[in-house]
């Protein structure tokens, strides 16, 4: 008999849900030296290229049965050696970004928390958040996608209710207007690339979803472009209502603030929405960060099951969960701020597995399988975009690039 398949939305939502994190919040500030122009082309080409890489990574992934995941299939395609390579990058972006969010989301969860009256300590918080997110990504990519959805849905609301007005506003000369004179806007182009390519970071929901759509090429296809083109125009109305409300001349003053979200409501005036927007404000961080936490370790999940073989058995899922959430779960309990000095090297090793792997892997697979696609104008485009990453990485690493607000008075 044959069964339905189950909805593109569901895969577009947990794509969506993945990449869209708290951390859009940072994009204008990192984005001001190079101004609205130059942010908006690298968006629209980064996205381009990761919607590319993440294509090529499913048209693998659909010649193998639909229980192999990214260790499998790249310990086939392209030997040992460089499995273990893309496995160490695979553990360490995603065990960072877990270590990251149980560290920076325990104390916003404590805060809500204790304003409720439940007295946990910050330790606690993170305890219980890791146990829960623990048990719906054990449940597996289903209940994770329905879950995340409700995540994004709310999250959209409420970014429209929040900043919808200030598209009313936007002063649009200023967003397409020539830099100052004696300054320029390229120089800070290449530094924004690396953030870019981390803002469409979702490689390591493919093989879930994978096994999801039992590897229909149509639905996957439908649902990484999808949540990949929401994401792209949640960013766009973002930047657009941020930079076309404050000048490129207060950024360096945002900077200097801290550059986080405080420091940005504060140059957008946002103490006249009063406590409401406030609140709003929180609700949208606590389901941003809790979405993209559920994508990030239902990945990092899918991967430690497969690299060791454990099955989908209930003691299975059991181990797997303990290997995926323990580590950071301890490492955030006992070094909360230790993931500050590892977090610079995790774009290199997303460039690594997110872009670089999945081009390797569809070129090998061209000459194996006969049922695969040739795309090789899109896997020489992929190999571009991961070039001009590492390059970016390289020269940020080495102190050669310019970083807009530093050094402004």
Not at 348 to 357: G, H, R, Y
Request: net charge positive.
């Amino acid at each position: 008999m044959h069964q339905r398949q189950p909805s593109v939305w569901w895969g577009a939502m947990m794509i969506c849900g993945t990449v869209v994190g708290a951390g859009m919040f940072t994009l204008p500030v990192v984005m001001a030296g190079a101004w609205f122009g130059w942010s908006l082309l690298l968006l629209a080409f980064s996205w381009g290229a990761m919607l590319l890489s993440g294509l090529l990574f499913m048209q693998v992934s659909v010649q193998y049965s639909p229980g192999a995941g990214y260790d499998t299939i790249t310990r086939d395609l392209l030997g040992r050696g460089w499995a273990s390579v893309n496995g160490i990058s695979i553990l360490f972006v995603l065990g960072i970004l877990t270590y990251a969010y149980i560290s920076a989301s325990g104390p916003v969860y404590q805060h809500s928390l204790n304003q409720l009256g439940v007295p946990l300590s910050t330790g606690a918080t993170k305890v219980t958040l890791t146990l829960c997110v623990a048990a719906v990504v054990c449940l597996g990519t289903r209940e994770v996608s329905r879950l995340v959805t409700g995540c994004v849905l709310i999250k959209i609301v409420l970014l429209i209710l929040l900043f919808g007005g200030l598209l009313m506003q936007i002063d649009a000369p200023s967003l397409f207007s020539a830099p100052p004179t004696g300054d320029r806007y390229w120089p800070y182009a290449l530094g924004v690339v690396p953030f870019c390519l981390a803002s469409f970071g979702y490689h390591g929901n493919i093989t879930g979803l994978v096994r999801y759509y039992r590897r229909h090429r149509g639905k996957l296809t439908q649902a990484l472009t999808l949540g990949t083109v929401l994401s792209l125009t949640l960013y766009v109305f973002w930047l657009t209502c941020t930079m076309g409300n404050v000048p490129r001349s207060a950024f360096p003053q945002v900077v200097q603030q801290g550059g986080d979200i405080a420091a940005l409501m504060s140059a957008l005036g946002a103490n006249q929405y009063g406590h409401g927007a406030k609140i709003m404000l929180s609700l949208f961080s606590h389901f941003a960060v809790i979405a993209s936490f559920l994508g990030v370790t239902a990945g990092l999940f899918d991967f430690i099951r497969d690299r060791l073989g454990w099955g989908d058995s209930l003691s299975a899922r059991l181990k797997t969960a303990g290997l995926t959430f323990l580590p950071p779960l301890m490492a955030s309990l006992f070094w909360p701020d230790g993931f500050v000095a590892a977090i610079g090297f995790a774009g290199l090793f997303a460039t690594l597995w997110a872009v670089i792997c999945p081009a390797l892997l569809a070129r090998k697979a061209e000459r194996r399988f006969t049922s695969m696609p040739r795309m090789k104008a899109a896997i020489l485009l992929v190999f571009l975009f991961g070039g001009v990453n590492i390059l970016a990485w390289l020269l940020s690493w080495l102190h050669l690039l310019p970083v807009f607000g530093q050094g402004t008075e």
